[in-house]
């Protein structure tokens, strides 16, 4: 059997994305013994214990939607020949509220 050349580079970026890809998975692991096949490796691993179970302490807060706001809005645009300048306006006024 022989390869033409299309078969030898699709072999050759099988074995590259491979490699790549084992590498990228041990330098993003946790591990500290780590075995691959024939290959094993014991490192030393920087591990933040006390964030790692509360990665974000304070969520981000989440802005509650007035209903009776939202569709007074919306029926006034409905009633609108330029719907784009009064959505723009809405948005402009809640800028300025936040």
């Known amino acids: 059997m022989t390869w033409t050349a299309t078969e ?3 072999f050759i970026s099988l074995l590259g ?3 790549v890809s084992i590498i990228f998975t041990v330098q993003k692991s946790k591990c500290v013994q780590i075995k691959c096949g ?11 214990i ?4 509360n990665p974000d302490p304070q969520p981000s807060p ?4 007035n209903p009776t706001r ?8 409905s009633h609108q020949s ?5 959505v723009r306006k809405w ?4 800028n300025i509220d936040d």
């Not at 989440?62 to 939607?65: H, K, R």
Request: negative net charge.
């Open 8 to 10: 030898w580079g699709m």
């Open 17 to 19: 994305a491979t490699c």
């Open 38 to 48: 024939c290959v094993e490796c014991i490192r030393k691993v920087d591990v933040d």
């Open 50 to 53: 006390e964030n790692q179970n």
């Open 62 to 65: 989440i802005t509650p939607i």
């Open 70 to 77: 939202v569709s007074d809005m919306l029926e006034r645009v």
């Open 82 to 86: 330029n719907v784009r300048d009064q």
């Open 91 to 94: 948005n402009d006024r809640q």
